[in-house]
């Protein structure tokens, strides 16, 4: 029997032949991962991705009995949970793995700012990454209406309204998420054609950009590491970095089946246009600190009505939270840029306590 060509026998042989194993190969081998006293912080980011898998996966076999029409929906999820089996199950495991997501994506983001991941050369990395951010949370908004209940029917009533206040485009805005003037069936089709056609496209194209900047600028040393000299430690991706993150999303599936299985997705009940809207209508946890902050700005700033001025700051939030790689002048020059890190910080700390805030205070609308 003649050998086999290379170390890896016959078939790898064929195979690279054909699609270049042996470049994968290389790049796996070539990716080192620094180590220092803030390497954990590299497992948020596969842990998002990890994340978002469990929701593509559930997402496709949800598909499979969910209808998208207002006369429908509620009682194709009814059935789904009652007479299909584990059906509870892919439904409560859609909805945790949603807001574990959003959670990780929040330390992913957070950790990356901190350790001033966005220096030069990751400016794109993290534009792109603060892209997916907005992608995440339009996923976690128009998916919190599809099961057409009381609660996510009120909900998006308000959080549409609120995109009405943004001027000269908020009505037009307003009328192009409801697919009219009010939130009917119109408005659940279109949220359904969004969340399962238009995001997930522009969440591949974006994401494929973020990973393949990633690989090529290979993982950033934070300049406090630098600066005590760590970091020229390196641990090899694969597959000692790579068995570690598969460590870490094991553990994120048993947490996640866990409060799946305990704490299963409920679906209250059928959403009715026409009754009025019931006391504490809550947004998704993650949008709660904005929609705290409304409620606390008086009717009118500056002679500008109080909603107004809240849907232009956040707008103004963000697009500064895109532009910080170019705001932070210090920190791409390889100085210490301590503003930075206390206006993330102070942004945690307002996000936690509006959204504490936003839990206990007692409802009034
Ligand atoms: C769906 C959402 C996202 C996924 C799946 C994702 C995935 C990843 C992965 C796998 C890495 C490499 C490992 C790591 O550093 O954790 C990474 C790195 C990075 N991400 Fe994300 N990310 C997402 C969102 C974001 C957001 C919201 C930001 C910030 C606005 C961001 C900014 C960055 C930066 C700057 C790096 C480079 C880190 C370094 O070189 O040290 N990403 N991302």
């Known amino acids: 029997m003649p ?19 042996a470049e994968v190969e290389r790049l796996l081998k070539k990716k080192e991962i620094p180590v220092h006293r803030h390497t954990v912080w590299y497992y948020f ?16 076999l949800l598909l499979l009995y969910y ?8 009682e194709s999820i009814q059935f789904l949970m009652a007479e ?23 330390v ?4 990356v700012l901190l350790l001033k991941a966005y220096r030069p050369r990751r400016e794109i990395t993290w534009a792109s990454g603060v892209g997916l951010m907005g992608l995440a949370l339009a996923f976690g908004f128009t998916g919190y209406l599809l099961p057409w209940n009381e609660l996510a029917y009120f909900a998006t009533k308000v959080g549409t309204e609120i995109t009405g206040a943004v001027p000269l485009v908020g009505a037009f805005l307003r009328r192009l998420l409801r697919g009219g003037e009010e939130v009917t069936g119109a408005t659940l089709t279109r949220f359904y054609g969004i969340h399962v056609a ?7 194209l974006l994401l494929g950009l973020h990973l393949f900047l990633v690989q090529k600028h290979g993982m950033s040393v934070p300049p406090g590491a630098e ?30 089946a866990a409060l799946a299985a305990y704490f299963p997705a409920e679906l209250g009940k059928k959403a009715d246009q026409f009754a009025p809207a019931p006391i504490g209508i809550k947004p998704e946890w993650y949008f709660m600190f904005m929609f705290q902050t409304l409620k606390y700005l008086p009717s009118y700033i500056l002679g500008i009505e109080g909603e107004i001025v809240g849907v232009l700051g956040f707008g103004l939030g963000g697009v500064l939270l895109l532009l910080v790689p170019f705001l932070d002048r210090r920190a791409a020059r390889g ?7 206390a206006l993330g910080l102070a942004l945690i700390l307002y996000m936690a306590v509006l959204t504490y805030l936003g839990y206990t205070v007692s409802p009034t609308k």
């Open 335 to 341: 100085e210490r840029s301590r503003l930075v890190t």
């Open 3 to 21: 050998a086999p060509a290379t170390r890896h026998g016959r078939v790898w042989t064929w195979l690279d032949e054909r699609l270049g194993l």
């Open 67 to 74: 209808r998208p029409s207002a006369e429908e929906a509620y």
């Open 108 to 111: 992913h983001l957070f950790s």
């Open 198 to 204: 238009v995001l997930p496209l522009l969440t591949t």
């Open 84 to 106: 299909v089996e584990f059906g509870w199950l892919i439904r409560s495991l859609h909805a945790w793995s949603a807001n574990l997501m959003i959670f990780a994506l929040f």
């Open 227 to 256: 600066q005590h000299g760590e970091g020229r430690r390196v641990m090899p991706f694969f597959p000692n970095f790579l068995l570690r993150d598969l460590v870490g999303w094991l553990s994120a599936l048993t947490v996640l």
């Open 45 to 60: 980011g596969g842990m998002t991705l990890f994340l978002f898998l469990v929701q593509v996966a559930t997402g496709i």
